[in-house]
């Protein structure tokens, strides 16, 4: 049975280049990049087409269109008639299926305080 190997303490003077070989700094020589080259080998790097401006960022003229996402928006639309009703309304001529809903939405608000 193989025995495993001792790893020593890291040097302080030896930490930049662990650091940069290991990619949580940039390398600084050909000897941490091919540390790193060989760490990352088979690494699925996602961006290879995508290309980001730093200057751009430092001068503040970069510019991307935010994505803007709708989420549960027929659940939302349903109960903005509902209240949209009972604002109109009040309490007369308000559909006992709405009144039954208010009152348990407020029951379970009610059992969700205590």
Same mark, same amino acid.
């Given at each position: 049975m193989a025995k495993p190997k001792k790893i020593e303490l890291i040097e302080v003077g030896d930490l930049d280049s662990w650091l940069g070989s290991t990619g949580f700094l940039f390398p600084s020589n050909? %000897?941490?990049?091919?540390?790193?080259?060989? #760490? *990352? $080998? &088979? *690494? &699925? *790097?996602? #961006?290879?087409? $995508?290309?980001? &401006?730093? %200057?751009? %960022? %430092?001068n503040n003229t970069f510019h991307k269109e935010p994505k803007v996402l709708t989420m549960f928006e027929n659940d939302i639309t349903e109960e903005m008639e509902s209240l949209r009703m009972v604002a109109r309304k009040g309490k007369k001529d308000l559909p006992q299926h709405i009144i039954d809903k208010m009152r348990r939405k407020h029951n379970q608000d009610s059992s969700d305080e205590e």
């Open positions: 050909e %000897i941490e990049l091919d540390r790193f080259n060989k #760490l *990352y $080998v &088979d *690494y &699925d *790097y996602k #961006l290879d087409n $995508v290309s980001i &401006d730093p %200057i751009a %960022i %430092i």
